[in-house]
C-alpha cells in the first residue's frame, strides 16, 4: 500500500534551517510527482509547490520562493523540504503529498505531517 | 493565485444531507475537472474524499458525492454520522499550473 512517511517534529531558533524528509513506499517513486504543502496553527491547507520525481525540477508557489528548497534521494525513494533562515512565522505543520494516479496534478495520499516550531 | 471560498461552516443533524460549496473563477475550478476535497480530523493528515469533480477513491463511503456547475465545486455527504465532524478542503488546478485550495469548512454533527 502506499505510504509517506516523515521525519519527526522540529524546533528550532530564528535564524536556523531545518530539512523534512518524507520517504515512500508502495509505489514507484519516480512515477508520481511530489507536492509539499503548509498548514499553520489553527489555519488551512497552502500549496507550496510540487517536484518532478524524475527530473528533479522544482517548482515553487508564490511565497515559497528562495528560502524553500525541495530536492530528492530517488536511491531511497525520499523527497526533501529545506528551509532556511527560519522565521516565527515558519512555524507549521509540513506535509509532503503525492500528485493523483492517472496524471491528475492533486494530492492523493498524503504524510502524516511534520511540525517545525520555530521560537527562540 | 487566491484561495477558493468555502463556508467557514455547516452543520447537520445525523441522517441529514448537507453540501459544502468551493467557488472559484474559470482559470481554476470552471475550467479543469481536476477538483479534489478532503477531509482533516484534528491533528490528522488530510484524506482525499473525491476527486476529478465526482469521483470517489476506494473506501470512501458513496455518502460522500461532488459535483460542479461554472465555478463552483460542491461536496454533499448524506445521512451525515458523528464520524463526519471534520474539516472539509476543496481544491482545484489553475491556469497557472498551480494547485490552489480553499479555505475550509468546518463541519459540525449536531
Known amino acids: 500500500q502506499v505510504q509517506l512517511v516523515q521525519s519527526g517534529s522540529e524546533l528550532k531558533k530564528p535564524g536556523a534551517s531545518v530539512k523534512v524528509s518524507c520517504k515512500a513506499s508502495g509505489y514507484t517513486f519516480t512515477s508520481y510527482a511530489m507536492n509539499w504543502v503548509r498548514q499553520a496553527p489553527g489555519q488551512g491547507l497552502e500549496w507550496m509547490g510540487w517536484?518532478?520525481?524524475?527530473?528533479?525540477?522544482?517548482t515553487y508557489a508564490q511565497g515559497f520562493t528562495g528560502r524553500f528548497v525541495f530536492s530528492l534521494d530517488t536511491s531511497v525513494s525520499t523527497a526533501y523540504l529545506q528551509i532556511s533562515s527560519l522565521k516565527a512565522e515558519d512555524t507549521a505543520v509540513y506535509y509532503c503529498?503525492?500528485?493523483?494516479?492517472?496524471?491528475?496534478?492533486?494530492?492523493?495520499?498524503w504524510g502524516q505531517g511534520t511540525l517545525v516550531t520555530v521560537s527562540s | 493565485q487566491s484561495a477558493l471560498t468555502q463556508p467557514a461552516s455547516v452543520s447537520g443533524s445525523p441522517g441529514q444531507s448537507i453540501t459544502i460549496s468551493c467557488t472559484g473563477t474559470s482559470s481554476d475550478v470552471g475550467g479543469y475537472n481536476y477538483v479534489s476535497w478532503y477531509q482533516q480530523h484534528p491533528g490528522k493528515a488530510p484524506k482525499l474524499m473525491i476527486y476529478?469533480?465526482?469521483n470517489r477513491p476506494s473506501g470512501v463511503p458513496d455518502r460522500f458525492s461532488g459535483s460542479k456547475s461554472g465555478n463552483t465545486a460542491s461536496l454533499t455527504i448524506s445521512g451525515l454520522q458523528a464520524e463526519d465532524e471534520a474539516d472539509y478542503y476543496c481544491s482545484s488546478y489553475t491556469s497557472s499550473s498551480t494547485v490552489v485550495f480553499g479555505g475550509g469548512t468546518k463541519l459540525t454533527v449536531l
Open positions: 476529478e469533480v465526482s
Open positions: 517536484i518532478n520525481t524524475n527530473t528533479g525540477n522544482p
Open positions: 503529498a503525492r500528485d493523483g494516479h492517472g496524471g491528475s496534478p492533486l494530492p492523493d495520499y
